[in-house]
């Protein structure tokens, strides 16, 4: 299919679930076939999507992406949260903004990493109607080593500290395997360096509740993760994608977390836009 000509880009502030405002950004084609909303990771925002969201659009799938709750151009304490559910709110609250403007349109969810988490945990317990879930090197296995100590660390001094920030302990240099990506993440000015020991203690918990409930995953699913990512652990994804009765595991030899900044990550978007397209051949028009 030969990619629209015309792609109309928004930004805007929106108000999140509780008291804060989100910042939300898009991309939709002249004539759209369907909505996606697309939830991005940890200390990153949506604005590191602008390849993506364009790609989609002009591919008819009308992309939605926003900051989340104390990140990007949000407000909100920064990479803080008391409960891990205000990213579920916050989502739910995106989705019904999507569909109040293009009511009618099949919806697909996209989550990256923190973001694949929130979805994969919004998907399992609010049970939204939707075409199909894509989640991208989900933290549904935490990696071992230093950024693991320190979350199990965060569940004793969020007891008498909650808001103390820290520092994530992430290893950086498996985002990607191009030096440019990492560099443009260093230079950053909305990318944070920290998180708080509440994050860090709900990141934890959640995983734990959160991995083993792939059966609960009643929408189609696709789960797409580099062999490479030493940030979240493949085994995570696979076991989760197995046990979702529409579930389907695809992993890229070499690849390292942020599969969307690979320099081969046009394979991996083909594979997400062909997983839109069997869903919307297999479902009625709306």
């Known amino acids: 299919m030969a990619p629209p000509n015309s792609i109309r880009r928004y930004e805007l502030p929106v108000a999140g679930a509780s008291a804060e405002s989100l910042f939300r950004r898009g991309w939709v084609s002249e004539a759209p076939r369907a909505n996606v909303v697309l939830v991005h990771g940890f200390a990153e925002h949506s604005g590191r999507y602008e390849h993506v969201g364009r790609w989609l659009a002009e591919r008819g799938f009308a992309t939605h992406a926003y900051d989340h709750l104390g990140h990007g ?36 969810l996209v989550g990256h ?3 694949g988490l929130i979805t994969a945990d919004f998907v399992c317990d609010r049970k939204p109607d939707v075409a199909g ?5 989900p933290a549904l296995a935490v990696a071992q080593g230093r950024a693991r100590m320190q979350m199990w660390l965060a569940r004793i001094v969020r007891l008498v500290a909650p808001r103390l920030a820290i520092t994530s302990g992430l290893d950086l240099d498996g985002l990607a395997s191009d030096p440019a990506v990492l560099e443009r993440y260093l230079a950053d000015p909305l990318v944070e360096e920290k998180l708080t020991v509440s994050l860090a203690a709900e990141l934890m918990s959640t995983v734990e509740r959160t991995a083993p409930r792939g059966g609960d995953v009643k929408a189609p699913l696709l789960i797409l993760h580099g062999s490479d990512d030493t940030l979240c652990a493949p085994s ?5 994608a197995e046990a979702a009765p529409r579930g389907r595991f695809v992993l890229y030899p070499g690849l390292r977390h942020e599969i969307f900044n690979e320099p081969s990550h046009e394979e ?19």
């Open 268 to 286: 991996v978007l083909k594979e997400m836009a062909s997983f839109f397209e069997e869903q919307l051949a297999a479902s009625p028009s709306p």
């Open 73 to 108: 151009r949000s407000s909100g304490a920064r990479c803080h949260v008391d409960r891990f559910d205000e990213y579920l709110d916050d989502l739910a609250h995106v989705i019904r903004k999507v569909r109040d403007d293009a009511p009618g349109l099949p919806l697909f």
């Open 113 to 115: 990493s923190m973001g």
């Open 236 to 240: 995570g994804s696979e076991q989760f």
């Open 133 to 137: 879930v894509v989640l991208s090197g």
